[in-house]
């Protein structure tokens, strides 16, 4: 159990586009999802929290006009890089975590990322 | 200050030796104590999960919760070089839903033939 998908695994696009990831909880419902950017040997940092139906929480420093995030479904989240520029190339994770079987798990399970290139 | 402190490693053992992976924390409203593995280009995946102090295992893992020094570790026991990859820590304070958690820098293991 505890399957979180993403999609596309890796997109290169054009600056100035947009690119749109989306995360899936595959075999329980995520009340919550979170989205994180990972750069070369570093840690995860945090972007936004998003509780399904409401608007996501960004942290402190991310825009919340380019990095726009929908959570319409208790299974589904998706992230989009809006106008993107060549420093929003990164690794993309999210995580979800939400009620399993009959009871509720507050665990963060992760997916297994997106690769962000932006020429 | 950073609220969570772990050596970045890398960190090179032998073949079926003890590992042990350790982090430092400021925050004492943390509670949840959460160990992931990320091989190169994935996702983390969940490896241990404690609540409070104590020590918890699970095959050839343990992890161990010390509050009162604000220090965890995971020991890694006979190594295999399948265990290789970036490990972090990660804790939150939970307040009843899920909660945002806050990561270690990672340390990379190596294990060698």
């Known amino acids: 159990g505890a399957v979180v998908s993403q999609h596309p695994s890796w997109v290169i696009c054009k600056s100035g586009t947009s690119v749109k990831i989306e995360c899936r909880s595959l075999?329980?419902?995520?009340?919550?999802m979170f989205w994180y950017r990972q750069f070369p040997k570093q840690s995860l940092m945090l972007m936004a929290t998003?509780?399904?139906?409401?608007?996501?929480?960004?942290e402190q420093g991310v825009e919340k006009d380019k990095f726009l995030i929908n959570h319409a479904s208790l299974t589904l989240s998706t992230l989009t890089v809006t106008s993107a520029h060549p420093e929003d190339s990164s690794f993309y994770i999210c995580?979800?975590?939400?009620?399993?079987?009959?009871?509720?798990?507050?665990?963060?399970?992760f997916g297994p990322g997106t690769r962000l290139t932006v020429t | 200050q950073k609220e969570v402190e772990q050596d970045p490693g890398p960190l090179s053992v032998p073949e079926g030796a003890i590992v042990s992976l350790n982090c430092t924390y400021s925050n004492s409203a943390f509670q949840y104590f959460m160990w992931y593995r990320q091989y190169s280009r994935k996702g983390p995946e969940l490896l241990m999960y404690t609540y409070s102090s104590g020590n918890k295992e699970d095959g050839r893992f343990t992890a161990q919760v010390d509050k009162s020094s604000k220090y965890i570790s995971l020991f890694i026991r006979d190594s295999q070089p399948s265990d290789s990859a970036t490990y972090l820590c990660a804790m939150s304070a939970r307040t009843g839903t899920a909660s945002k958690l806050t990561f270690g820098t990672g340390t990379r293991l190596q294990v060698t033939l």
């Open positions: 998003s509780n399904e139906g409401s608007k996501a929480t960004y």
């Open positions: 995580s979800a975590a939400g009620g399993m079987g009959q009871g509720i798990t507050y665990e963060q399970y």
């Open positions: 075999d329980f419902q995520a009340t919550t």
